[in-house]
């Protein structure tokens, strides 16, 4: 077993910011494991399909509880258990996305989500958290609404609202979030995270 700890990074953002390519990106470079959220476990999958369909309504408490649960299975069986190993972490969104969607997006109360964070995934934190945020003129230009989507049909109020709470959660701890213009092409901003990244600990690989 190594004796350090694994960095985990995660990438955070509204849809259609780039925040997934960026992490795949940063993954692949730095010889971290990729991950993301909802989803990224067999039991996840099926929570991610009741989340993202937006047929059936949906409580935004309940909305705010599937991506906890997704959340706590994923940490304890995937996150967890790689940065223990020493294993470089980066994942598509993490727990800033439930305090960005659920809480100012949808209103659900914020000292509750974080109560219920911490039951969820203990003290398993992000080293850095790179929010890659773009206006969401550019946001809507690059990725096409789906009706059938809980969060791509939201308005445009939402989604404001979400990025909103983006910004103040990066504003509330800014030693361990890094604010990366994500509108420029994807090399550009690959070169801006990067060098906010070659200030973490890597390993050999990274």
Known sequence: MSARRGTFVVFEGVDACGK????????????ALFTFEPGDTALGVDLRRWLLDAGPPMAPATEALLMLA????HVHTVIEPALVRGTAVVSDRFFASTLAYQG?????????LEAATDLAIGACRPDLTVWLDVPLEVANDRRRRDARDRFESADLDFHERVRAGYAALAARDPDRWAVVDGAGDEDEVAAIVAHRLDALPWGDDG
């Open 104 to 112: 100012y997006g949808r209103g659900v109360d914020l000292g509750d």
């Open 70 to 73: 997704d959340r706590s299975h």
């Open 20 to 31: 997934s390519t960026q992490a795949r990106r940063a993954a692949s470079e730095r010889g």
